[in-house]
């Protein structure tokens, strides 16, 4: 387990001018958290880390196991290496360097769901080493946390307690089942770069929508393929030593994530601010009542025994190896946001919806290729094209509609060709039957009409046949130009200019 943080007591006298525990939004301003993320992955392999038995979440218990998953003597284990591939090509990701050489360790504790008493792990020799992970916030702020590693072990069976709530604490008997043991995890280490809660959860969707992407893992949190624990200490701003640490454990939601930091970020400061001082410590969250609680002391390094597994031979990983796998890496999830946001002109909310959305991402990209207008492009897209998807259970990716068409149509609103309700009309046209937007626009008469003559005529027909409307607007109701202007584009069978009606009325009206 990572160590990234110095540990330091703080049972020193509390700092002149602090009061005692103050409301949180005050405490907040004096004092600056530290946080540092591990979180552990399930890869996505067809079979476990170091044996053929099958990679799948749930099962009957105890059936998806082996003599090496369960530990019997004399079972060999042998490395998986699509496990391997998929660690090298999510640090490759986020610009981690790859050593040369790597090797498996034994990482000794007891644990009833891990048979073999130790865990094969890494620890001083991992597969990645460094890197970055640049994140974004729902408002559009950008951050960034170092990496220390990802490196590759195995998951441990899981425990079910009989107890009324399933927790350990009142249960009479508890149950294990070993079909998650051997599974293929990667362990993500963060610097303690990270200073509040959402930016510990942006982090982590960068890392989730990362390795999604890349197909090395479902990063499911509801069935425990993403579980995190966060390394929380706070310091008085401007102090440049660490605080005392407490680990909170495995938590599985983003929601979950997001107010147990906070929660404990507040329940140290007030234990400072009144005095006391934190211990380091491993900590759980209790959902229900929204604050961490003690589980143990914290293990340090040493605590866990590490050697080389004697089983394993080291691992040798050549330049052609990583190579050929960089090659297959595609834009990254962030990069695509910053292209986005920066270059493009849209909005944090909209680059996200793209930047989370490869397919939908590659659709949108070609169509502006061919039109050149990114945010006449993204209308249709993130509107109406969507909801047509959505609609038939389908995926913008995969209607009739092409980006070649789509551009077209973009290019026949951006000329004043058609009007917004004809390009809403093509667009039907073009999700059902595919085809090219000219040649329906064509084919069923939807040019735009802005011969000033011809629209002049239909608004004096119309107006003609409103007379106590016009009567009405002369008189001061003015809000009934909006159904005068109704009343032109339906007499238009909707092909008149817009802008062009609505001039024209005014000034016939205001005469």
Known sequence: M???????????????????AEPGAERSSNWEAVIGIECHVEL??????FCGCPNAFGGEPNTRVCPVCLALPGAL???????????????????????????????????????????????????????????????GTRGECRLTRIHLEEDTGKSTHASADGRLAGATSSLVDFNRAGVPLM???????????????AFLETLARTFRELGVSDVKMEEGSLRCDANVSVRLRG???????AEIKNMNSFRSVRRAIASEIERQIAVLEGGGRVIQETRGWDEAAGTTHSQRSKEQAHDYRYFP??????????????????????????VRYAKYVDEWKIDSKRATQLADDRALAAFF???????????????????????????????VADGKATPDALAELVALVQSGAINSKAAKSVLDTLWNDG??????????????????????????????????????YRGGKTNVLGFLTGAVMKASRGKANPSLVGELLKEKLDA
């Open 309 to 334: 597994d004697p089983d394993l031979v080291p691992m040798d990983i050549t330049i052609d190896d990583v190579e050929r796998l960089r090659a297959t890496l595609g834009e990254t999830p962030y």
């Open 44 to 49: 996505k392999t067809a079979s476990k880390m």
């Open 2 to 20: 990572s160590n990234t943080m110095s540990a330091r007591s703080n049972g020193g006298p509390r700092p002149e001018g602090m009061g005692g």
């Open 239 to 245: 102090a440049s030593e660490y605080g005392t640490k």
């Open 187 to 201: 362990e993500c280490v963060g610097e303690p770069d990270i200073r509040s809660a959402d930016e510990a959860v």
């Open 77 to 139: 284990p042998v490395p998986n290496a699509q496990a391997i591939e998929h660690l090298i090509r999510a640090g490759l990701a986020f610009g981690a360097s790859i050593p040369a050489h790597s090797k498996f360790d034994r990482k000794n504790y007891f644990y009833p769901d891990m048979p073999k008493n130790y865990q094969i792990s890494q620890y001083d020799m991992p597969i990645t080493q460094g890197g970055i992970v640049h994140y974004w916030l729902e408002d």
């Open 365 to 395: 990209e070609r169509a502006v290729a061919a039109s050149g207008n990114p945010l006449g492009t993204l209308a249709f897209v993130l509107g109406d094209l969507s909801r047509l998807a959505n609609e038939s259970g389908t995926h």
């Open 435 to 472: 085809g090219s937007a000219k040649a329906i626009v064509e084919r069923e008469g939807l040019a735009q009409v802005s011969d000033r003559g011809a629209v002049a005529a239909i608004v004096d027909e119309v107006l003609a046949a409103n007379a106590k409307s016009v009567a009405d």
